[in-house]
């Protein structure tokens, strides 16, 4: 494992990309610049035909990155190694140069949740999330990346803030960090504080990539859809984290109500214009 001040180097993701799925599959393979993409873990197989999509980047060498959604490395239970060696394999079939994953839990008492759930900032919620991530990086062929998730509620009795939480796991484990800045607009939105002072704390160097996501207001709270444009404002955020450090890679997640192709390259062309990035299209 490595400290906060002994990040591993290595060829990783750079430039702007996008979250691949197969119902825009045929518009990820036209973006003439696209240098690399996300593919959710659990929906490559482990052997056996890859999408034609996903073969066609790899064989444009585009960086392909696994992004786990169901370790549920916040739960009180141990990993599930099954689960574990799925993600190992999927890294090694991509040739990934890294892995990322969710700090929150999806399970608890054998029951799924079928969802990201915010953990308790607490001090056994750090062991247990770090007892969780350095069984999985035993397993795992390639480093990983932890994302912080964007929380409508927080559990009551917190006994750190966010960025201590993160920065205690980050520094305990040696993980990286993938930062969604849309998640730090939403969370600093939600609970009424300024998404910059976050920023400003956070091990920025240890970023490995960042996500941006598109969402929208629903009673009285700001919900990280995936399915709505990107905001004005998480794209300035996106450039004021770029200020303090830019990251080495942005990724524009969307996730169902998928515009046209037209709407969806001036989104990428807005996002690598905040960061400072070549266009990919």
Known sequence: MWGRRRVRRMTGPSG???????????FVAELPG????EVVAEGVPASGPLPTGLTQLRERAVTVVPHGVRLSLGGAEPVDPARVAHLAAVAQRLDAPLVSEHIAFVRAGGLEAGHLLPLPRSREAVDAVCANVAR???????????????????????????????????DRTGALLLLDVANVHANARNRG???????????????????????????GFYH?????????????????????????????????HYPPAADLRAELDALAAAAGFPAVT
Request: aromatic share 4%; proline share 10%; with cysteine.
């Open 136 to 170: 999985a990086q035993a397993e795992l062929p390639v480093p990983i990346a932890l994302e912080p998730i964007a929380a409508l509620v927080d559990w009551p009795d917190d006994e750190l803030d966010e960025a201590d939480f993160l920065t205690e796991i980050l």
């Open 193 to 219: 504080v300024d998404p910059l002072a976050l920023l400003d704390r956070l091990p920025l160097e240890r970023v490995a990539y960042a996500h941006v996501a598109g969402g929208a207001e629903h009673g």
């Open 224 to 256: 990280d859809t995936h399915t709505d444009p990107v905001p004005t404002a998480v794209l300035e955020l996106v450039g004021a984290l770029c200020a303090r450090r830019r990251p080495p890679a942005l990724l524009l997640e969307r996730d169902g």
């Open 16 to 26: 702007v990309g996008i979250g691949w799925r197969p119902e825009i599959a045929g």
């Open 34 to 37: 696209l240098r690399f993409v």
